[in-house]
């Protein structure tokens, strides 16, 4: 089974901040990786599809990229709506299909 | 406008099975290609996948949980299924259908408790 290692866990963020968060996938998942954002009580939100593509809606100053088997989704000049926990999925290969451990934003 | 809705039993004692209903609307099970999962969280943890169903009527099942799991789907009324037997407390969680390969769209997810 592919594992998708997402760090950090958590992160102490402030308005305004660029933030990054990182999945390494244990093999080869090409760009077959979305991004997720889920607020508290909430379904997660589809962010980034196939690695670096906005989804409907989403605000210009999320995106994504990948490095080899490390993708990131960056969160340019955060804003308080975007407070929230992030979650990454690889469907390259399945079954199963696998998410990230999740990443929780919290406000300094 | 593409919109899942799930529903479950709320509560359910352990040993029991769990049935539950993926009612979705905006795109049809039998379009070439189509797939619905379901994915579960527990409260404060990540996300967990446990099955998918193919407008061919192909099905995958995580394994951890495969013994346990049957998905099906009524294409006619726009409906995806999804039972666990041997219900645990362990097995308390939000339970969430999605559409897609990539979990594009999600239901609001339904709550399900598992006590005595």
């Known amino acids: 089974d592919i594992q998708m290692t997402q760090s950090p866990s958590s992160m102490s963020v402030s308005l305004g901040d660029t933030v990054t968060i990182t999945c390494r996938a244990s093999?080869?998942?090409?760009?077959?990786v979305n991004w997720f954002q889920q607020k508290p009580g909430k379904s997660p939100r589809r962010m980034i599809y196939?690695?670096?593509n906005l989804a409907d809606g989403v605000p210009s100053r999320f995106s994504g990229s990948r490095s080899g088997s490390d993708y990131s989704l960056t969160i340019s000049s955060l804003e308080s709506e975007d407070v929230a926990d992030y979650h990454c999925?690889?469907?390259?290969?399945?079954?199963?299909?696998?998410f990230g451990g999740g990443t929780k934003l919290e406000l300094k | 406008q593409v919109t899942l809705k799930e529903s479950g039993p709320g509560i359910l004692q352990p040993s029991q099975t769990l049935s539950l209903t993926c009612s979705f609307s905006?795109?049809?099970?039998?379009?070439?290609?189509?797939?619905v999962g379901w994915i579960r969280q527990s409260s404060g943890k990540g996300l967990e996948w446990l099955a998918n169903?193919?407008?061919?009527?192909?099905?995958y099942y995580n394994p951890s949980l495969k013994n346990r799991l049957t998905i099906s789907k009524d294409t006619s009324n726009n409906q995806a299924f999804l039972k666990i037997t041997n219900m645990d407390t362990a097995d308390t969680a939000t339970y969430y259908c999605?559409?897609?390969?990539?979990?594009?769209?999600w239901g609001q997810g339904t709550l399900v408790t598992v006590s005595s």
């Open positions: 196939r690695a670096t």
């Open positions: 999925l690889q469907y390259d290969e399945y079954p199963p299909w696998t």
């Open positions: 093999q080869d998942v090409g760009i077959y």
């Open positions: 905006g795109f049809s099970l039998s379009t070439y290609g189509m797939c």
């Open positions: 169903i193919w407008w061919n009527d192909d099905k």
């Open positions: 999605a559409r897609s390969v990539g979990f594009a769209y």
